[in-house]
């Protein structure tokens, strides 16, 4: 980039930096998130379909969630890596709407562009998207209904519904609903669930209506040594986040063997260093070891002699949550061990699930510990069901903190479009056109639906609006009659949080996005400064 000042060139930038300004900066960057956007909405609702996703090392990812897509695309286009991130935000903050975020904020581009190609300028759209979003979150909490207990389960069926697991629902519900209910906390005289202290486990062997939920903690572990007891009752358990080996010293060392025994003496004081680390385990009184890291053959076998069930290379969440769950301290150094740092379960066992090990720790010091075993054909499935219950468990988890629900299928969107057009009428200026193609936004997401149905959306859209205009507020789009229906009365109900999150964050972006008018991409350095050799110190 260069310019010029009394007929001298001035360079600014670097050469090879690229610049794209003004008209086409804008048109590049929506045409980029949109473009984004279309990729993931064939995959809205219930009738939505499936991506495949491959990479390099040939590893196979089929899902419908939008988060994940994103996520796997490895998106480079500055632009289209905010829409990934609406997407992501949304999957944090409420688990499920990630394709309708996603969806949103390409529409609301193209809106937008349409007003700029009118002469509207950018600034005036964006504060207009702003009024928008703010009285549309004012009409969805009008909007919004009580929730209780009775609904959880359907909005479990709801976040679990295409995701290709339909003849399982009802099961998976329950465990979802079960699962979070026996989290809740109370917190300054409000509900807060933290699903993270769910654990889910996954084995791709058996079928779906196998899935169980444990109270207590499994690990796709097994013991060390197959002499070890299999079960042990009254569990007093040490968790170790230190080896029980010999350690390896940090720099490269030699043993010089100078006379006839030394080897033999080596061999010994190392086979002694072994045997008292394993007595410091068994004097502590524990009888089961969960190790972060390794655990010595030799080891293995004076604690297995000992009558000790002992697992290694355990993760560090695993711990963190073993830890919680039985009162146990992790332990960092072998010395610490005692028996006030011991955790306490009523039982610890290795059981087959399908065709391999896995530990259930159970009857835990704390009860509030839960587990979700989720069992499927084929690892795809599981993995697809682990997205799915990930989802449902966060969108439960939203209901029960806010108690506010609404109704689902479309009917919001076609109810916010018809008060923001009424809305837009007593605004002055040029916003109310930034407020009419928010509303004309909204739409596209029970069009979609209509679409991903094989349904003709423009028959759809238009009943439905005629039903809300008659006062008929919770009417959306049923995709196997094929019709508009009561959605409350159907059972597809939604958290308020999944809505408000996914409207504020599309706006949010597109706004982002419209407020650029200059993109700059540095360019690398053709002539990198070389490291320096550390072996030219010597």
């Known amino acids: 980039m260069a310019g010029q000042m009394g007929g001298q060139q001035i360079i600014i930038l670097k050469q090879g930096t690229e610049r794209t300004r003004g008209e086409e900066a804008k048109r590049s960057n929506i045409a980029a998130a949109r473009a984004v956007a279309e990729a993931v909405r064939t995959t809205l609702g219930p009738r939505g379909l499936d991506k495949m996703i491959t990479d390099p090392a040939g590893l196979v990812i089929i899902t419908n969630d939008g988060a994940t897509i994103l996520d796997e695309m490895k998106i480079k286009h500055p632009a289209a890596k905010i829409v990934a991130d609406v997407a992501k935000t949304q999957d944090d903050e409420v688990?499920?709407?990630?394709?309708?975020?996603?969806?949103?904020?390409?529409?609301?581009?193209?809106?937008?562009?349409?007003?700029?190609?009118?002469?509207?300028?950018?600034?005036?759209?964006?504060?207009?998207?702003?009024?928008?979003?703010?009285?549309?979150?004012?009409?969805?909490?009008?909007?919004?209904?009580?929730?209780?207990?009775?609904?959880?389960?359907?909005i479990a069926t709801t976040a679990l519904t295409g995701k290709g697991i339909e003849f399982s629902r009802e099961k998976l519900s329950d465990l979802v609903v079960n699962a979070v209910k026996s989290i809740v906390k109370q917190e300054n005289g409000k509900k807060k669930v933290?699903?993270?202290?769910?654990?889910?486990?996954?084995?791709?062997?058996?079928?779906?209506?196998?899935?169980?939920?444990?109270?207590?903690?499994?690990?796709?572990?097994?013991?060390?040594?197959?002499?070890m007891p299999a079960r042990i009752e009254n569990a007093k358990i040490a968790i170790l986040a230190t080896p029980i080996e010999v350690r390896k010293t940090e720099t490269k060392s030699e043993i010089s063997i100078e006379a006839v025994g030394q080897t033999r003496m080596f061999l010994e004081q190392e086979e002694k260093l072994v045997r008292d680390a394993a007595e410091k385990v068994i004097k502590s009184g524990a009888n089961v070891v969960f190790c972060q890291k390794g655990v010595d053959d030799m080891a293995r076998y004076f604690l297995a002699r000992a009558g000790i069930f002992v697992t290694h290379r355990v993760k560090k969440n695993d711990l963190l949550k073993l830890s919680r769950a039985t009162g146990g301290k992790i332990i960092s150094s072998l010395d610490e061990i005692t028996p006030d740092t011991i955790g306490h379960a009523g039982l610890v066992e290795e059981k087959m699930v399908g065709n391999g090990e896995m530990i259930f720790v159970t009857q835990c010091k704390n009860p509030d510990t839960y587990s979700i075993l989720l069992r499927g054909g084929t690892e795809h499935v599981v993995t697809s069901l682990h997205r799915a219950m990930h989802d449902a468990l966060r969108v439960v988890g939203v209901a029960i903190e806010d108690e506010k629900i609404l109704a689902g299928g479309?009917?919001?969107?076609?109810?916010?479009?018809?008060?923001?057009?009424?809305?837009?009428?007593?605004?002055?200026g040029r916003e109310q056109l930034a407020v009419n193609k928010f509303a004309?936004?909204?739409?596209?997401?029970?069009?979609?639906?209509?679409?991903?149905?094989?349904?003709?959306?423009?028959?759809?859209?238009?009943?439905?609006?005629?039903?809300h205009e008659q006062g008929n507020t919770n009417v959306g789009l049923d995709v196997y009659e094929g019709k508009p229906v009561d959605m409350l009365k159907n059972g597809v109900i939604e958290p308020?949080?999944?809505?408000?999150?996914?409207?504020?964050?599309?706006?949010?972006?597109?706004s982002m996005i419209l407020r650029i008018d200059d993109v700059i991409s540095s360019a690398k350095d053709a002539n990198p400064k070389k490291k320096p050799d550390l072996g030219d110190l010597d």
């Open 410 to 428: 479309g009917s919001p969107e076609i109810e916010l479009a018809l008060r923001l057009r009424e809305y837009a009428s007593s605004l002055e």
């Open 194 to 227: 933290n699903i993270k202290d769910i654990s889910i486990e996954r084995r791709g062997e058996g079928s779906v209506e196998d899935s169980e939920l444990v109270q207590g903690i499994v690990l796709d572990k097994k013991r060390t040594h197959d002499s």
């Open 440 to 467: 004309q936004a909204l739409e596209i997401i029970p069009k979609t639906l209509a679409e991903n149905a094989g349904l003709d959306a423009i028959d759809m859209l238009a009943e439905m609006r005629s039903m």
């Open 95 to 154: 688990g499920d709407g990630t394709t309708t975020a996603a969806v949103l904020t390409g529409e609301f581009l193209k809106g937008a562009q349409e007003l700029m190609e009118q002469g509207v300028h950018p600034t005036t759209i964006i504060h207009g998207y702003n009024l928008a979003a703010h009285k549309s979150n004012e009409i969805l909490r009008e909007m919004a209904i009580p929730s209780n207990d009775e609904n959880l389960r359907k």
């Open 496 to 510: 308020l949080r999944v809505k408000t999150q996914a409207i504020t964050s599309a706006t949010e972006a597109a």
